[in-house]
């Protein structure tokens, strides 16, 4: 079965780094858009990054644009999720997430998404 599997949450400070990692089993990780999310106290999920199959296309959240970069290994089965400059309006839970069918184009809408990780929680305090 489909399993996602996030990590590497913790609290930072203000203007900190972190990069979250994404585990991917039971199905061709090679063929499908992957995507970062997260989701606040009291507010919904949001969209922050996507990337194609091919890891030649991405997408960012306005909000995180110049900050956060997604990346991809093939080979390993992974989505990474490198925050810089962190603030503490990016506190929340960070989901990876997939599209339920390969070669899907990427969306910035949650609905889209049929697979998600557990979540890890992201803590950016001053």
């Known amino acids: 079965q489909v399993q996602l599997e996030d990590t590497g949450g913790g609290l930072v400070q203000v203007g900190g780094s972190l990069r979250l990692s994404c585990a991917a089993s039971?199905?061709?990780?090679?063929?499908?858009?992957m995507g970062w999310f997260r989701q606040a106290p009291g507010k919904e999920r949001e969209f922050v990054a996507a990337i194609d199959w091919t890891g030649s296309s991405t997408y960012y959240a306005a909000s995180v644009k110049g900050r956060f970069t997604i990346s991809r290994d093939n080979t390993e089965n992974r989505v990474y999720l490198q925050m810089n400059s962190l603030k503490p309006e990016d506190t929340a839970i960070y989901y990876c997430?997939?599209?339920?069918?390969?070669?899907?184009?990427?969306?910035?809408?949650?609905?889209?998404?049929?697979?998600w990780g557990q979540g890890t929680q992201v803590t950016v305090s001053s």
């Open positions: 039971g199905f061709t990780f090679s063929r499908y858009t």
């Open positions: 997430a997939a599209p339920t069918n390969p070669y899907q184009g990427s969306s910035q809408n949650s609905e889209d998404y049929g697979y």
